[in-house]
């Protein structure tokens, strides 16, 4: 996978840019605030239908600008393809896939893919459950579209399942009548999602363990297990049936607790993914040496899995990475790079010799 090419106009603070970038590695080198991470934002967002920084879009057009416009030039093992997308506030955005109108942004989620990794990556292991789970959401998305659509369908189901707890008290009648066969709809839903969850942690755990013993030199070993909040063991999974009944179970039998809480308290929403070194929570117990390099073997994992199953390499995005890590750490990630296309931002080029180097200033880059 290679971006070639990317062409932006009125993007936060890119008046109008076009960037060639080389296969190799592209090192965007610049002062605090010129519009480093805006292009890597700009790219990321092309690939999956969603920024990294807010989910308000009318954030990323340019202040006083009327919309903006991102169209990307890549190339994979089969073709060169482009996407472009058109936003403008108030109106659905346009976006084209080879010159043809598709009608959402997440209809080619994974045309493009990407690995993204910016410093609050590193704290994956001891921030909250719900970081964890957007690793594996962004991940299985670009993999499987089948993935992303249920997920899409899942979280409308939990925002009517979770109308449906806040209003139960002034409407019981519609709650008695409904939560049945929303609890069913969503229970359905995570069944597959929980699947797919299992069976990427199953692969990217395997190459966590080469990532992190080939950083660290340590022989300690970490695993990384879906902990699911309907409790099933990792391999009931595969057992479509069974996970769904055992999430309608729980949908089904608390009613009490969910309408006080006002939303789900069960779900792939609630679900989590478990990091152990040596069988123990690397959450609780380890280092913040050790989790810094889980949370980087957890990316390097990221991108391994995806060329395994796709049979080429997803483009790095590294925001700011390298000022974050110690001299051992950037040079195993430097070494990672080889024989792919990376795409760095930093303020300084900490030795990164080879690479074209892109001179950001001001929202324009130079090479
Ligand atoms: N919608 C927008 N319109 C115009 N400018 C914007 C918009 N959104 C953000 N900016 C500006 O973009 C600049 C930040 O750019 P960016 O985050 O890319 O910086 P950076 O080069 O990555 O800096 P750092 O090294 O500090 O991370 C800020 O000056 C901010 O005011
Ligand atoms: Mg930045």
């Known amino acids: 996978m ?3 090419k990317i062409s932006i106009r009125d ?13 190799g590695v592209n090192i965007l080198v610049g ?29 990323m057009i340019r202040f006083g600008a009327e919309s903006c416009e991102i169209s990307l030039d890549f190339k994979d093992s089969v073709r060169e393809q482009n996407i472009t997308v058109r936003m403008m506030p108030g109106r659905r955005r346009h976006v084209e896939q080879n010159g043809v109108k598709v009608s959402r942004l997440s209809e080619i989620v994974g045309a493009f893919r990407t690995v993204l990794f910016c410093p609050e990556h590193l704290s994956l292991i001891k921030e909250g459950p719900a970081e964890r789970r957007n690793f594996l959401d962004v991940a299985i998305s670009q993999l499987y579209p089948v993935y992303l659509k249920s997920l899409q369908k899942y979280n409308q189901i939990l925002k009517q399942r ?17 939560i049945e066969f ?17 069976r990427y942690l199953k692969r990217a755990a395997e190459k966590i363990k080469i990532c992190f013993s080939e950083m660290t030199d340590s022989k300690e070993i970490p695993e990384a297990v879906y902990a699911g909040s309907s409790h099933g063991e990792p391999d009931s999974y595969e057992d479509m049936d069974y996970t769904e009944n055992a999430y309608y179970q729980l949908l089904m039998s608390h009613h009490d607790r969910e309408i006080g809480a006002g939303s789900s308290l069960w779900g792939i929403h609630k679900d989590d993914v478990e990091i152990l070194i040596n069988g123990k929570s690397a959450r609780a117990f380890a280092s913040q040496g050790q ?31 390298f000022s974050e890590l110690d001299a051992s750490r950037r040079a195993y990630l430097a070494e990672k790079m080889t024989n792919r296309q990376v795409i760095i931002t930093t303020c300084e080029p900490f030795g990164l010799t080879n690479g074209k180097i892109i001179k950001v200033e001001n929202g324009s880059y130079q090479i």
């Open 2 to 4: 290679e971006c070639k």
């Open 11 to 23: 993007f936060r603070n890119i008046e109008n840019a076009e960037i060639a970038f080389e296969s």
């Open 31 to 59: 002062n605090n605030a010129q519009g480093k991470t805006n292009l890597l934002e700009a790219i990321s967002f092309t690939a999956l239908g969603k920024s990294f920084r807010t989910s308000h879009e009318e954030e």
């Open 162 to 178: 979770n109308q449906l707890l806040k209003h139960a008290e002034e409407d019981r009648r519609s709650f008695d009548e409904t």
């Open 182 to 198: 929303w609890s069913r709809q969503m229970a359905r839903e995570a069944a597959l999602i929980a699947r797919y969850r299992v």
């Open 291 to 321: 989790q810094r390099s889980l949370a980087l073997a957890m990316k390097l994992a990221e991108g391994e899995v995806c060329a395994d199953i796709c049979g080429e390499k997803p483009v790095f995005l590294f925001d700011d990475v």
